[in-house]
């Protein structure tokens, strides 16, 4: 295989940002296929795209031969569901955040990949962008000294209702959309995976959040706090701060660090401030994707490390009194 040949599993907004342009800047990459719940959204989606091969539905294209990937896009609820069905077709699948409804759905899907040996990569594309790889960098170095906190937002106004990501049989929840971000991110920066001591949502009806606070702690004894929110009075927020004893970190929008970001370090040495240039961070997802299917290019967002993020997904749900995401019985 020389080129992978990618189908997107229907024609959801950010596929265009979030596949269809990098293709056309990574040469081993090609959008072969896509198929959607409406047919001729479909076939507008393809002619405005360039895709050649419009299928009248999901499974028809994953029996397309002339597929070896899938981009899995779908509502929350569907995650889970057609990435299974990529794999037992012999696809490998990059699948949008956050990976599935729950932790449960999470480990059956990561099963299934360990035991398939296909590719699966969870589309968190900030953590392929050099600026991720160089906060742990920074972390990494010790001039933090012994880390106390780590915080993390990840805030944007979203006052559409109507929003799927405002429906819970779909999946939604600031801590399911932007929360996830977050989430991930704490993990990141912290050393060790943090158990979550307590939470508080602000919901938009009983079992969906518009906003999220959570706390939780590092086996070290460092403390955590993730904020998410798709509305609330924290407007715009992608940041984060590591406080250590000899030292902080702060980070200015590691969501999108190819419009604008910053690293700034205090230490009894004085403040640094860094900029951490690269292009989009959708191309280096897609191109960490396509490495890891046609070269066995290492996979950070493994479907393992999955499992571990909507645990922790779970449980703040849990800590604040509301239903984790899916159907648990």
Known sequence: MTQLRIGLLGAARIAPSALVRPAAKVPEAVVTAVAARDPERARRFAA??????VHAGYQ??????????????????????????????????????????????ARTVADAANASGLVVMEAFHYRYHPMAARMREIMDSGELGTVRSVETSMCFPLP?????????????????DGGCYALHLLRLLGEGTPEVVGAVATRRDPDIDRAMTADLRFPGGASGRITASLWSRRLLDFTARVRGDRGELKVTNYLAPHVFNRLTVTTAAGTRRERVHGGHTYTYQLRAFTEAV??????????????????????????AGMRPRGDLD
Request: charged content about 20%.
């Open 160 to 176: 559409v209702f109507g929003d799927i990501r405002y429906s819970y049989p779909l999946g939604g929840g600031a801590l399911m």
């Open 294 to 319: 046609l070269h066995g290019g290492p996979v950070l967002t493994s479907a393992e490390d999955a499992v571990v993020t909507m645990g922790l997904i779970d449980d703040i749900y849990r800590a």
């Open 48 to 53: 405005k795209h360039g895709i050649p091969t």
């Open 60 to 105: 028809e294209l994953l029996d397309d031969k002339d597929v070896d990937a899938v981009y899995n896009p779908l509502p929350n609820a569907l995650h889970a569901r057609w990435t299974l069905s990529a794999l037992a077709a012999g696809k490998h699948v990059l699948c949008e955040k956050p990976f599935t409804s729950n932790a449960a759905e």
